[in-house]
């Protein structure tokens, strides 16, 4: 049942320090690349976790190492039912899951990709409410915003224009993500933190073929070695890149000092173009590759920049903690254990 509006009025917008220790905290999404390293963060914090996870995009392998520690429920946020169930005895949930694929696979898919985006933070919101969940973390994109948006680019408002066209229907489902947050926000009083992540990679990452993200696709064909590797586009994109393990961290600090429902973007502030990001990995690796052009393929926005102006505003101790560098000699790693388990063929 939806709680009245007085349910949360004793649970004050944070502005200092906010204690993770002994609350129980859901994580959807858990077993993902980025919510299996916030899931080890909130377990440093002292916190009880529990995951909801259908595996369609994580892997249990992420959580091999605090499997013994936490509680994980397989499930489908798209049930009301599964997100009720999973939801109940929490203090925070913090929503990570997502449908998310790579550009190709997101341009097909546009009825499925607003659907399930917006059926899954529905169904969270609702269950955060009859649950008396006391903040919540719902994570949005950098999809939301249009294709000419200035660069770079601030908080706009999600109803205006268009979200990016190579994306649209997931743009949109999150565009009603953030929406339905603010209504309830304003309604119920349920502090909320709601943030815009831009470009994501990582080592968990787990490899979907062609429906892949755009840092591992270039990853694999570099290392692959099968002839050039080819970029989609010009290759001038330029995309604003930040590891998992720093995305992590920026989503914990937003639910402790951000839950006034202000859309905040999340980036590492370091931007690098496609054909410098294949360069950067064929030198890290030592190796040479000869790169092409299919410019018969979507390349997506020119230039994805965020303007860090409010997350500096708003969450002052964010700092990213991996470098370009390090994080792409995780994905070397990756590789190799995606390549020995036979997962690229």
């Not at 994501?200 to 591992?216: I, K, T």
């Amino acid at each position: 049942m939806t709680q009245s509006p007085e349910h949360h009025a004793g649970h004050q917008v944070s502005s200092g320090q906010y204690s993770w220790s002994g609350r129980k905290v859901l994580v959807t999404g858990g077993a993902g690349f980025v919510g299996s390293y916030l899931v080890e963060d909130l377990l440093v914090q002292g916190a009880h976790v529990r995951v909801v996870d259908d595996l369609s995009g994580g892997s249990e392998e992420n959580l091999r190492a605090v499997r013994g520690n936490i509680e994980f429920i397989r499930a489908d946020l798209r049930s009301a039912e599964a997100t009720d169930r999973a939801t109940q005895g929490m203090d925070v949930v913090l929503h990570l899951a997502a449908r998310a694929f790579g550009m190709l696979y997101s341009m097909e898919h546009n009825p499925e990709m607003l659907r399930d985006n917006a059926l899954m933070a529905f169904n969270v919101l609702d269950a955060c409410l009859a649950n008396g969940v006391e903040r919540a973390l719902m994570v949005s994109s950098s999809c939301v915003y249009d294709d000419d948006a200035p660069i770079p680019t601030p908080e706009l408002p999600v109803d205006e224009g268009r979200p990016e066209s190579v994306n649209e229907g997931y743009g949109w489902g999150k565009r009603l993500l953030e929406i339905q947050s603010r209504y309830v926000f304003e309604k119920h009083g349920l502090p909320i933190a709601l943030v815009r992540p831009f470009n994501a990679y990582g080592d968990r990452y787990r490899w979907l073929g062609d429906a892949s993200h755009v840092v591992p696709s270039l990853v694999k064909k570099v290392l692959d070695r099968n002839g050039p590797a080819v970029i989609w586009g010009s290759g001038q994109q330029i995309r604003d890149l930040l590891h998992a393990r720093d995305f992590a961290l920026g989503f914990r600090l937003a639910a402790e000092c951000a839950v006034d429902c202000d859309p905040v973007n999340l980036a590492g502030g370091t931007t690098i173009s496609l054909i410098d990001l294949v360069r950067k990995i064929a030198e890290l690796r030592g190796i040479e590759v000869d790169i092409s052009f299919d410019t018969t393929k979507a390349e997506g926005r020119a230039r994805k920049e965020a303007d860090l102006t409010k997350l500096r505003e708003k969450i002052p101790s964010f700092r990213p903690t991996v470098t370009l560098e390090e994080g792409l000699r995780d994905m070397f790693d990756w590789y190799e254990r995606n390549r020995a388990a036979g997962a690229f063929n």
